[in-house]
Every structure is written in C-alpha cells, then in structure tokens.
Antibody, heavy 118, light 107 residues
Framework: EVQLLESGGGLVQPGGSLTLSCAAS????????MNWVRQAPGKGLEWVST????????FYADSVKGRFTISRDNSKNTLYLRINTLSAEDTAVYYC???????????WGQGTLVTVSS | AIRMTQSPSSFSASTGDRLTITCRAS??????LAWYQQKPGKAPKLLIY???TLQSGVPSRFSGSGSGTDFTLTISRLQSEDFATYYC?????????FGQGTKVEIK
C-alpha cells in the first residue's frame, strides 16, 4: 500500500525558513519523480516543485523559484522541501504527491499546514 | 507558463443530472491533461489522466475527452458523492499548472 506522510509544517514568522519532509512507502521510491503541491486556504491547487528519480533533476513554479529547494534521500525514502524567505502568500497546506506517470498525482499525503504570520 | 482556464467556476445541479466541465489550455498540450476531484478537508483524487483514461477504481459515469487546447470532463449522472470541486491540470511541460477549479454544488 502506498503511503505518503508529510511533516514539518507549523507557524513561522515572515522571512523565516522551514523544511518539510515526506516519508514514502509502498513503491520503489528511487525510481520515480516526486512532487510538492500546495493549496492556500480557500484557494485552488498549485504545483510547487518536482524532483525526478535517477538523475534528480529539479523543477519549480515561478512563484517559488530561488526560495524553495526540493531534494530527496533515496536511502531513507524521504522527500524534502526547504522553504526560505517565507511570506504570507506561502501560507498553505503542502501536499507530497506521486504518480507512476510523471506529471500525474495518483497518491497524495494528508498535507502539512504552513502558516506564515507574525 | 501555460494557463488552464476552467468553466464554469461553479455549478448547481441535482442528483441524476449530466454535468460537463470545460478546461481550455492557453497553448496546445496534446493529451497531457489530468482531472482531479477534491472534497473539503481532503486531498485531491485523480480521476482521469491522458485526457481520457479513467483512473483505476473511478466510476464509469466519469469520462474525459479532448486534445490540443480544449478538454471536457463529463459526469453522466451525478451522484450525491460527486458534489465536490474539480480541477484540470496539464503536464505537457514545466511548469505544470492547474485550472482554477469548478465547484459543483447541490441545487
């Protein structure tokens, strides 16, 4: 059974930093691209970032490029998202998502809430 | 970035109705399109990928069509559990983007 379990969210002051984690199980983690998708309160879905399997190429939404860093530890089956210079616009539920077909999100975690406020 | 525009943004319907949601891409995306259903407080659920391929376990009353720039999601007969928000998403090229969502409410 595929499971994705996010952690690391919380209340952060503007300008602060945070690292989110996603522990994956039930599939061969190292083979596949992994993704972060976020949803601000009451708003729609926004793709944030992807890291490919194998070569670990990274891709980012324009809104987060230069501030967010996606990474993975295949030995721990864990995905990360380092978020720097947080602003109120980054307040959202952050989901870890995976699909056999790159670009589709077949499995989702339960989400972790990041709240940016002073 | 490719912009995805859904219509309508919201829709009131009754159980048993047929519903069609449209998604338009700002440039051609071949068939690299997925549809998701999201209920309040829950993670989205993949319904359709490759524009028309039904995800395993999704009821056959859901169907998708289209290619290039114009796509549709159809629910043939709405059931009570189908009242939710629906999103399209392209994965043709980075950055991947979602439509703004279509909220389907009970009339």
């Amino acid at each position: 059974e595929v499971q994705l379990l996010e952690s690391g969210g919380g209340l952060v002051q503007p300008g602060g930093s945070l690292t989110l984690s996603c522990a994956a199980s039930g599939f061969t983690f190292s083979r596949y691209a992994m993704n972060w998708v976020r949803q601000a309160p009451g708003k729609g879905l926004e793709w944030v970032s992807t890291i490919t399997g194998g070569d670990g190429n990274t891709f980012y939404a324009d809104s987060v490029k230069g501030r967010f860093t996606i990474s993975r530890d295949n030995s721990k089956n864990t995905l990360y998202l380092r978020i720097n210079t947080l602003s109120a616009e980054d307040t959202a539920v952050y989901y870890c998502a995976w699909g056999v077909i790159t670009g589709t999100f077949e499995y989702w975690g339960q989400g972790t809430l990041v709240t940016v406020s002073s | 970035a490719i912009r995805m525009t859904q219509s309508p943004s919201s829709f009131s319907a009754s159980t048993g109705d047929r519903l069609t949601i449209t998604c338009r891409a700002s440039q051609g995306i071949s068939s690299y399109l997925a549809w998701y259903q999201q209920k309040p407080g829950k993670a989205p659920k993949l319904l359709i990928y490759a524009a028309s391929t039904l995800q395993s376990g999704v009821p056959s009353r859901f169907s998708g069509s289209g290619s290039g720039t114009d796509f549709t999601l159809t629910i043939s007969r709405l059931q009570s559990e189908d009242f939710a928000t629906y999103y399209c998403q392209h994965y043709y090229s980075y950055p991947w983007t979602f439509g703004q969502g279509t909220k389907v409410e009970i009339k």
